[in-house]
Protein backbone atom coordinates (compact mmCIF):
# COMPACT_ATOMS: atom_id res chain seq x y z
CA UNK A 1 0.00 0.00 0.00
CA UNK A 2 1.50 3.46 -0.69
CA UNK A 3 1.06 5.90 2.19
CA UNK A 4 0.05 9.76 1.54
CA UNK A 5 3.80 10.35 2.60
CA UNK A 6 5.48 8.06 0.19
CA UNK A 7 3.84 9.57 -2.60
CA UNK A 8 4.51 13.44 -1.47
CA UNK A 9 8.46 12.18 -1.06
CA UNK A 10 7.95 10.59 -4.62
CA UNK A 11 6.99 13.78 -5.77
CA UNK A 12 10.16 15.57 -3.82
CA UNK A 13 8.46 16.96 -0.92
CA UNK A 14 5.63 19.13 0.24
CA UNK A 15 6.41 22.22 -2.08
CA UNK A 16 7.33 19.77 -5.17
CA UNK A 17 4.17 17.86 -5.05
CA UNK A 18 2.32 20.88 -4.79
CA UNK A 19 3.75 22.13 -8.18
CA UNK A 20 3.86 19.33 -10.26
CA UNK A 21 -0.09 18.44 -9.32
CA UNK A 22 -1.05 22.18 -8.91
CA UNK A 23 -3.13 21.47 -6.06
CA UNK A 24 -1.44 23.76 -3.49
CA UNK A 25 0.19 23.93 -0.24
CA UNK A 26 -2.73 23.78 2.00
CA UNK A 27 -3.93 20.56 -0.12
CA UNK A 28 -1.09 18.75 0.43
CA UNK A 29 -1.25 19.84 4.35
CA UNK A 30 -4.64 18.70 4.28
CA UNK A 31 -3.61 15.44 2.17
CA UNK A 32 -0.95 14.23 5.22
CA UNK A 33 -3.87 14.99 8.18
CA UNK A 34 -6.37 13.01 6.47
CA UNK A 35 -3.81 10.56 5.59
CA UNK A 36 -6.00 10.33 2.35
CA UNK A 37 -5.59 12.19 -1.13
CA UNK A 38 -9.31 13.38 -1.78
CA UNK A 39 -10.15 11.76 -4.91
CA UNK A 40 -10.78 15.12 -7.15
CA UNK A 41 -6.96 15.62 -7.13
CA UNK A 42 -6.37 11.34 -8.36
CA UNK A 43 -5.85 12.29 -12.09
CA UNK A 44 -3.23 15.14 -11.35
CA UNK A 45 -1.77 12.66 -8.72
CA UNK A 46 -1.99 9.56 -10.98
CA UNK A 47 -0.21 11.94 -14.25
CA UNK A 48 2.76 12.88 -12.47
CA UNK A 49 3.26 9.49 -10.33
CA UNK A 50 1.86 6.63 -12.29
CA UNK A 51 0.33 5.45 -9.57
CA UNK A 52 -3.31 3.92 -10.66
CA UNK A 53 -6.65 4.34 -8.70
CA UNK A 54 -6.31 1.36 -6.95
CA UNK A 55 -3.09 2.91 -5.28
CA UNK A 56 -4.95 5.67 -4.70
CA UNK A 57 -7.94 4.02 -2.76
CA UNK A 58 -5.96 2.46 -1.03
CA UNK A 59 -4.55 5.76 0.58
CA UNK A 60 -7.71 5.62 2.71
CA UNK A 61 -6.23 2.69 5.48
CA UNK A 62 -7.81 1.48 7.79
CA UNK A 63 -6.61 2.15 11.25
CA UNK A 64 -6.27 3.66 14.59
CA UNK A 65 -6.62 7.42 14.81
CA UNK A 66 -3.71 10.03 14.93
CA UNK A 67 -2.91 10.75 18.30
CA UNK A 68 -5.68 12.62 20.45
CA UNK A 69 -8.49 12.46 18.34
CA UNK A 70 -11.21 9.23 18.66
CA UNK A 71 -13.59 10.67 15.89
CA UNK A 72 -13.15 11.51 12.72
CA UNK A 73 -15.71 13.28 10.41
CA UNK A 74 -15.54 11.51 6.85
CA UNK A 75 -16.09 13.44 3.37
CA UNK A 76 -17.27 11.49 0.71
CA UNK A 77 -14.15 12.71 -1.70
CA UNK A 78 -11.85 11.33 1.17
CA UNK A 79 -11.09 14.31 2.66
CA UNK A 80 -11.05 13.78 6.63
CA UNK A 81 -11.51 15.97 9.78
CA UNK A 82 -10.16 14.62 13.29
CA UNK A 83 -11.06 15.42 16.29
CA UNK A 84 -12.27 14.02 19.85
CA UNK A 85 -15.51 12.61 19.62
CA UNK A 86 -18.70 13.37 22.83
CA UNK A 87 -22.38 12.16 22.55
CA UNK A 88 -23.15 8.64 21.43
CA UNK A 89 -20.57 6.06 20.35
CA UNK A 90 -21.48 4.75 16.59
CA UNK A 91 -21.56 1.24 15.08
CA UNK A 92 -18.39 0.06 13.67
CA UNK A 93 -18.28 1.04 10.24
CA UNK A 94 -20.98 3.36 10.53
CA UNK A 95 -22.23 6.76 12.32
CA UNK A 96 -23.65 10.10 11.72
CA UNK A 97 -24.62 10.11 7.75
CA UNK A 98 -25.73 12.64 5.96
CA UNK A 99 -25.58 16.29 4.00
CA UNK A 100 -22.83 18.20 5.89
CA UNK A 101 -24.24 21.94 6.82
CA UNK A 102 -22.94 25.06 8.53
CA UNK A 103 -25.11 27.32 11.06
CA UNK A 104 -24.19 30.41 11.92
CA UNK A 105 -25.87 30.97 15.36
CA UNK A 106 -24.89 32.09 18.38
CA UNK A 107 -27.72 30.88 20.45
CA UNK A 108 -29.80 28.09 20.35
CA UNK A 109 -27.64 24.79 19.42
CA UNK A 110 -31.15 22.98 21.25
CA UNK A 111 -33.44 24.18 19.48
CA UNK A 112 -31.53 24.20 15.86
CA UNK A 113 -30.39 20.27 16.76
CA UNK A 114 -34.25 19.25 17.63
CA UNK A 115 -35.45 21.06 14.29
CA UNK A 116 -36.91 18.80 11.85
CA UNK A 117 -36.11 20.79 9.39
CA UNK A 118 -32.54 19.73 9.53
CA UNK A 119 -33.26 15.44 8.90
CA UNK A 120 -30.83 14.17 6.98
CA UNK A 121 -27.73 16.82 7.83
CA UNK A 122 -25.02 16.89 9.85
CA UNK A 123 -24.72 20.39 11.41
CA UNK A 124 -21.77 21.92 12.04
CA UNK A 125 -21.93 25.28 14.33
CA UNK A 126 -19.33 28.40 13.52
CA UNK A 127 -19.80 29.91 16.96
CA UNK A 128 -17.14 27.79 18.69
CA UNK A 129 -18.19 27.76 22.37
CA UNK A 130 -21.18 25.16 22.09
CA UNK A 131 -22.50 23.37 25.45
CA UNK A 132 -22.47 26.88 27.54
CA UNK A 133 -26.72 26.39 28.15
CA UNK A 134 -26.65 22.67 28.83
CA UNK A 135 -29.57 21.37 28.02
CA UNK A 136 -33.13 21.36 29.09
CA UNK A 137 -37.05 19.96 27.98
CA UNK A 138 -38.05 23.29 27.32
CA UNK A 139 -36.21 24.34 24.32
CA UNK A 140 -37.01 21.76 22.05
CA UNK A 141 -38.56 22.24 18.77
CA UNK A 142 -39.70 18.09 18.74
CA UNK A 143 -39.60 15.17 20.91
CA UNK A 144 -36.16 14.06 18.94
CA UNK A 145 -33.25 15.15 17.56
CA UNK A 146 -33.37 15.49 13.83
CA UNK A 147 -29.99 16.44 12.99
CA UNK A 148 -27.43 13.25 12.28
CA UNK A 149 -24.65 14.82 13.73
CA UNK A 150 -22.66 18.17 15.26
CA UNK A 151 -19.82 19.39 14.76
CA UNK A 152 -17.53 22.13 16.77
CA UNK A 153 -14.61 23.37 17.10
CA UNK A 154 -13.79 24.00 20.70
CA UNK A 155 -14.53 20.54 23.27
CA UNK A 156 -18.26 21.28 24.41
CA UNK A 157 -18.10 23.84 26.93
CA UNK A 158 -19.55 23.07 30.56
CA UNK A 159 -23.12 24.10 31.68
CA UNK A 160 -23.21 27.29 33.11
CA UNK A 161 -26.71 28.37 32.90
CA UNK A 162 -29.55 28.47 35.41
CA UNK A 163 -32.54 27.29 33.08
CA UNK A 164 -29.91 23.77 33.00
CA UNK A 165 -31.20 20.80 34.13
CA UNK A 166 -28.15 18.36 32.18
CA UNK A 167 -25.01 18.75 29.71
CA UNK A 168 -25.03 19.25 26.16
CA UNK A 169 -23.00 15.57 26.12
CA UNK A 170 -25.32 13.75 27.95
CA UNK A 171 -28.04 14.56 26.39
CA UNK A 172 -26.73 14.02 23.04
CA UNK A 173 -25.75 10.51 24.23
CA UNK A 174 -28.95 9.53 25.58
CA UNK A 175 -30.37 10.03 22.06
CA UNK A 176 -27.63 8.32 19.91
CA UNK A 177 -26.56 11.15 18.03
CA UNK A 178 -22.36 11.60 17.63
CA UNK A 179 -20.82 14.62 17.95
CA UNK A 180 -16.89 15.80 16.84
CA UNK A 181 -15.41 18.67 18.70
CA UNK A 182 -11.95 20.11 17.65
CA UNK A 183 -12.39 20.43 14.02
CA UNK A 184 -11.48 23.23 11.69
CA UNK A 185 -14.79 24.65 11.27
CA UNK A 186 -13.70 27.72 9.60
CA UNK A 187 -11.87 25.49 7.29
CA UNK A 188 -15.08 22.87 6.56
CA UNK A 189 -17.38 26.35 6.57
CA UNK A 190 -15.00 27.71 3.51
CA UNK A 191 -15.11 24.35 1.96
CA UNK A 192 -19.23 24.16 2.06
CA UNK A 193 -19.49 28.02 1.04
CA UNK A 194 -17.01 27.08 -1.99
CA UNK A 195 -18.29 23.92 -3.07
CA UNK A 196 -21.29 23.02 -1.81
CA UNK A 197 -22.78 21.15 0.80
CA UNK A 198 -20.72 17.91 0.49
CA UNK A 199 -22.02 13.96 1.96
CA UNK A 200 -19.88 13.01 5.11
CA UNK A 201 -20.13 10.36 7.88
CA UNK A 202 -19.31 11.10 11.52
CA UNK A 203 -17.98 8.14 12.89
CA UNK A 204 -16.74 8.07 17.11
CA UNK A 205 -16.63 4.32 17.25
CA UNK A 206 -16.32 2.94 21.38
CA UNK A 207 -12.65 0.79 20.02
CA UNK A 208 -11.46 3.98 18.52
CA UNK A 209 -10.26 2.13 14.52
CA UNK A 210 -12.05 3.67 11.22
CA UNK A 211 -12.13 1.65 8.06
CA UNK A 212 -11.79 5.28 6.36
CA UNK A 213 -12.03 3.99 2.88
CA UNK A 214 -15.53 2.02 4.13
CA UNK A 215 -16.75 5.16 5.66
CA UNK A 216 -16.06 6.82 2.77
CA UNK A 217 -17.79 4.52 0.32
CA UNK A 218 -20.33 5.04 2.58
CA UNK A 219 -20.28 8.48 2.24
CA UNK A 220 -19.91 8.24 -1.31
CA UNK A 221 -22.89 6.17 -1.89
CA UNK A 222 -25.24 8.44 0.10
CA UNK A 223 -27.62 9.99 -2.36
CA UNK A 224 -27.91 13.43 -1.10
CA UNK A 225 -31.22 15.40 -0.08
CA UNK A 226 -32.04 16.00 -3.70
CA UNK A 227 -35.08 13.47 -4.33
CA UNK A 228 -35.16 12.40 -0.88
CA UNK A 229 -39.23 13.37 0.91
CA UNK A 230 -37.87 13.52 4.94
CA UNK A 231 -40.91 15.17 6.01
CA UNK A 232 -42.89 12.02 5.90
CA UNK A 233 -40.19 10.50 8.75
CA UNK A 234 -40.31 13.50 10.72
CA UNK A 235 -44.49 14.11 11.04
CA UNK A 236 -46.59 13.14 13.37
CA UNK A 237 -48.57 10.22 12.95
CA UNK A 238 -51.76 11.36 14.47
CA UNK A 239 -53.65 14.21 14.69
CA UNK A 240 -53.49 15.97 18.22
CA UNK A 241 -54.18 19.76 19.73
CA UNK A 242 -51.94 22.27 20.56
CA UNK A 243 -52.42 25.63 23.06
CA UNK A 244 -49.29 26.28 24.55
CA UNK A 245 -48.23 30.02 24.06
CA UNK A 246 -45.06 31.74 23.41
CA UNK A 247 -42.43 32.29 26.53
CA UNK A 248 -42.91 34.66 28.73
CA UNK A 249 -41.01 36.04 31.99
CA UNK A 250 -41.26 34.86 34.61
CA UNK A 251 -43.73 32.64 34.14
CA UNK A 252 -42.67 30.55 31.36
CA UNK A 253 -44.87 28.85 28.99
CA UNK A 254 -48.89 29.86 29.30
CA UNK A 255 -52.20 28.72 27.29
CA UNK A 256 -54.80 29.92 24.60
CA UNK A 257 -57.45 30.41 26.88
CA UNK A 258 -59.92 31.98 24.58
CA UNK A 259 -59.22 31.68 21.09
CA UNK A 260 -60.61 33.75 18.18
CA UNK A 261 -60.00 31.17 15.18
CA UNK A 262 -59.15 27.64 14.29
CA UNK A 263 -55.86 26.71 12.53
CA UNK A 264 -55.71 23.55 11.11
CA UNK A 265 -51.22 23.11 10.96
CA UNK A 266 -49.95 20.36 7.95
CA UNK A 267 -46.74 19.05 10.35
CA UNK A 268 -44.04 18.68 7.84
CA UNK A 269 -41.62 18.65 10.48
CA UNK A 270 -43.48 22.22 12.25
CA UNK A 271 -41.66 23.35 15.27
CA UNK A 272 -43.01 24.22 18.44
CA UNK A 273 -42.66 27.47 18.69
CA UNK A 274 -44.48 28.35 15.49
CA UNK A 275 -46.80 26.37 16.87
CA UNK A 276 -46.82 28.67 19.88
CA UNK A 277 -46.79 31.86 18.19
CA UNK A 278 -50.39 30.51 16.18
CA UNK A 279 -51.50 30.17 19.80
CA UNK A 280 -50.25 33.58 21.01
CA UNK A 281 -51.74 35.26 17.93
CA UNK A 282 -55.04 33.87 19.17
CA UNK A 283 -55.78 30.39 17.06
CA UNK A 284 -56.85 26.95 18.74
CA UNK A 285 -54.49 24.69 16.35
CA UNK A 286 -55.28 21.18 15.28
CA UNK A 287 -51.88 19.48 13.87
CA UNK A 288 -52.45 17.17 11.33
CA UNK A 289 -50.20 14.63 9.56
CA UNK A 290 -48.10 15.60 6.57
CA UNK A 291 -49.77 12.97 4.41
CA UNK A 292 -53.44 14.21 5.19
CA UNK A 293 -55.72 15.03 2.16
CA UNK A 294 -57.78 17.83 1.33
CA UNK A 295 -60.52 16.26 2.71
CA UNK A 296 -58.81 15.29 5.88
CA UNK A 297 -57.92 18.85 6.02
CA UNK A 298 -61.33 20.74 5.98
CA UNK A 299 -63.19 18.18 7.75
CA UNK A 300 -62.10 20.26 10.87
CA UNK A 301 -63.66 22.97 9.65
CA UNK A 302 -60.92 25.59 10.18
CA UNK A 303 -60.56 29.42 9.40
CA UNK A 304 -57.64 29.19 8.53
CA UNK A 305 -54.85 26.09 7.16
CA UNK A 306 -50.79 26.55 7.92
CA UNK A 307 -47.81 24.79 5.91
CA UNK A 308 -44.82 24.08 8.11
CA UNK A 309 -41.32 24.28 7.84
CA UNK A 310 -39.82 20.67 7.53
CA UNK A 311 -36.75 18.63 5.62
CA UNK A 312 -35.93 17.36 2.25
CA UNK A 313 -36.64 18.12 -1.21
CA UNK A 314 -39.95 20.07 -1.58
CA UNK A 315 -40.30 18.14 -5.12
CA UNK A 316 -40.66 14.78 -3.60
CA UNK A 317 -43.06 15.63 -0.55
CA UNK A 318 -45.03 17.49 -3.23
CA UNK A 319 -46.14 14.33 -5.03
CA UNK A 320 -48.88 13.95 -2.14
CA UNK A 321 -48.95 17.10 -0.15
CA UNK A 322 -49.46 19.58 -3.36
CA UNK A 323 -53.00 17.37 -4.34
CA UNK A 324 -54.20 18.22 -0.78
CA UNK A 325 -52.98 21.85 -0.68
CA UNK A 326 -54.78 22.52 -4.03
CA UNK A 327 -57.81 21.33 -2.58
CA UNK A 328 -57.76 23.45 0.45
CA UNK A 329 -56.76 27.10 -1.84
CA UNK A 330 -60.11 25.53 -3.99
CA UNK A 331 -62.34 25.63 -0.99
CA UNK A 332 -61.20 29.60 -0.28
CA UNK A 333 -59.94 28.98 3.44
CA UNK A 334 -56.76 31.21 3.86
CA UNK A 335 -53.32 29.84 3.70
CA UNK A 336 -49.95 30.49 5.34
CA UNK A 337 -46.80 28.32 4.76
CA UNK A 338 -43.45 28.52 5.72
CA UNK A 339 -40.44 27.42 4.83
CA UNK A 340 -40.77 23.74 3.27
CA UNK A 341 -44.47 24.52 3.22
CA UNK A 342 -43.43 28.11 1.62
CA UNK A 343 -42.03 25.61 -1.69
CA UNK A 344 -45.05 23.23 -1.38
CA UNK A 345 -47.60 26.41 -1.95
CA UNK A 346 -45.67 27.81 -4.53
CA UNK A 347 -45.47 24.21 -6.39
CA UNK A 348 -49.33 24.45 -5.85
CA UNK A 349 -49.96 27.80 -7.20
CA UNK A 350 -47.97 26.29 -10.44
CA UNK A 351 -44.32 27.27 -9.51
CA UNK A 352 -40.81 24.98 -9.19
CA UNK A 353 -38.24 24.86 -6.78
CA UNK A 354 -34.62 24.10 -7.22
CA UNK A 355 -31.43 22.86 -5.10
CA UNK A 356 -29.52 25.73 -3.66
CA UNK A 357 -25.85 25.25 -4.21
CA UNK A 358 -25.44 26.53 -0.37
CA UNK A 359 -28.27 27.13 1.44
CA UNK A 360 -29.38 29.89 4.33
CA UNK A 361 -28.64 28.86 8.04
CA UNK A 362 -28.65 30.87 10.64
CA UNK A 363 -30.26 33.76 12.62
CA UNK A 364 -28.75 36.63 10.73
CA UNK A 365 -30.43 36.66 7.49
CA UNK A 366 -30.91 40.01 5.84
CA UNK A 367 -34.43 39.44 3.62
CA UNK A 368 -36.09 42.44 2.20
CA UNK A 369 -40.42 42.89 2.21
CA UNK A 370 -40.65 44.52 -1.16
CA UNK A 371 -44.25 46.24 -0.27
CA UNK A 372 -42.91 48.04 2.63
CA UNK A 373 -38.99 48.50 1.45
CA UNK A 374 -38.42 46.85 5.06
CA UNK A 375 -35.49 44.99 6.00
CA UNK A 376 -36.05 42.09 8.48
CA UNK A 377 -32.92 40.04 10.10
CA UNK A 378 -34.42 36.44 9.88
CA UNK A 379 -33.69 33.14 10.98
CA UNK A 380 -33.40 30.32 8.26
CA UNK A 381 -33.03 26.63 7.54
CA UNK A 382 -33.32 25.78 3.61
CA UNK A 383 -31.63 24.06 0.85
CA UNK A 384 -34.09 24.65 -1.92
CA UNK A 385 -35.75 27.44 -2.77
CA UNK A 386 -38.52 28.48 -4.99
CA UNK A 387 -37.85 29.59 -8.75
CA UNK A 388 -39.42 32.95 -9.05
CA UNK A 389 -39.36 32.69 -13.08
CA UNK A 390 -41.39 29.83 -12.62
CA UNK A 391 -44.01 31.55 -10.92
CA UNK A 392 -47.63 31.95 -12.88
CA UNK A 393 -49.29 34.93 -13.65
CA UNK A 394 -51.35 36.22 -10.30
CA UNK A 395 -48.23 34.92 -7.77
CA UNK A 396 -46.48 38.19 -6.53
CA UNK A 397 -42.76 38.04 -5.26
CA UNK A 398 -43.12 39.75 -1.44
CA UNK A 399 -39.60 39.10 -0.10
CA UNK A 400 -36.28 38.77 -1.34
CA UNK A 401 -33.00 37.92 0.23
CA UNK A 402 -30.06 40.51 0.55
CA UNK A 403 -27.26 37.57 0.38
CA UNK A 404 -28.36 36.28 -2.99
CA UNK A 405 -31.39 37.73 -4.31
CA UNK A 406 -33.11 34.34 -3.80
CA UNK A 407 -36.47 33.76 -3.36
CA UNK A 408 -38.11 34.50 0.24
CA UNK A 409 -41.72 34.97 -0.09
CA UNK A 410 -45.17 34.88 -2.17
CA UNK A 411 -48.81 35.71 -2.07
CA UNK A 412 -51.64 35.00 -4.07
CA UNK A 413 -54.81 37.30 -3.84
CA UNK A 414 -56.85 35.59 -5.49
CA UNK A 415 -56.07 32.74 -3.40
CA UNK A 416 -55.99 33.97 0.20
CA UNK A 417 -52.53 32.60 -0.24
CA UNK A 418 -49.14 33.76 1.25
CA UNK A 419 -45.97 32.36 2.45
CA UNK A 420 -42.26 33.02 2.99
CA UNK A 421 -39.11 31.47 3.29
CA UNK A 422 -37.72 32.25 6.57
CA UNK A 423 -39.08 31.34 10.09
CA UNK A 424 -41.26 34.02 11.22
CA UNK A 425 -41.27 32.26 14.73
CA UNK A 426 -37.40 33.54 14.98
CA UNK A 427 -36.22 30.76 18.36
CA UNK A 428 -33.52 31.27 18.67
CA UNK A 429 -33.09 34.92 16.73
CA UNK A 430 -34.83 38.22 16.66
CA UNK A 431 -38.80 39.04 16.49
CA UNK A 432 -38.68 40.70 13.44
CA UNK A 433 -41.03 38.91 11.07
CA UNK A 434 -43.88 38.05 14.04
CA UNK A 435 -46.31 40.60 11.94
CA UNK A 436 -47.10 37.95 9.57
CA UNK A 437 -48.86 35.99 12.41
CA UNK A 438 -50.83 38.37 12.96
CA UNK A 439 -51.50 38.62 8.84
CA UNK A 440 -52.69 35.24 9.07
CA UNK A 441 -55.13 35.95 11.47
CA UNK A 442 -56.25 39.50 9.55
CA UNK A 443 -56.65 37.36 6.56
CA UNK A 444 -58.94 34.58 8.56
CA UNK A 445 -60.60 37.18 9.82
CA UNK A 446 -61.72 38.42 6.11
CA UNK A 447 -58.69 40.78 5.14
CA UNK A 448 -56.12 40.22 2.28
CA UNK A 449 -53.16 37.73 2.60
Not at 85 to 104: D, Q
Not at 130 to 149: Q, Y
Request: hydrophobic share 40%; with cysteine; net charge negative.
Amino acid sequence: MVSVDEIVDRLGGPEEAARLTGVGLDAIRKWRQARAVPTKHWAAVMAVTGLSVADLRETVEAGPAPAGADAALVIADGQVFWGRGFGAHTAPGAGGLGEICFNTGMTGYQETLTDPSYAGQVICFTFPHIGNVGANAEDLEAANIAARGLVVKQDLTEASNWRATGGLDAWLKARGVPGIGGVDTRALTARIRDGGAPSGILAYPADGRFDLAALQATASAWPGLEGMDLAAEVSCTQSFTWDATEYAWPGGFGRMEAPRFHVVAVDYGAKRNILRCLASAGCRVTVVPASSSAEDILRHRPDGVFLSNGPGDPAATGVYAVPAIQGVLASGTPVFGICLGHQLLALALGGRTYKMERGHRGANQPVKDLVTGRVEITSQNHGFAVDEASLPEGVVVTHRSLFDGSNEGIACAERRAFSVQYHPEASPGPSDSHYLFGRFVEAMGGGGP
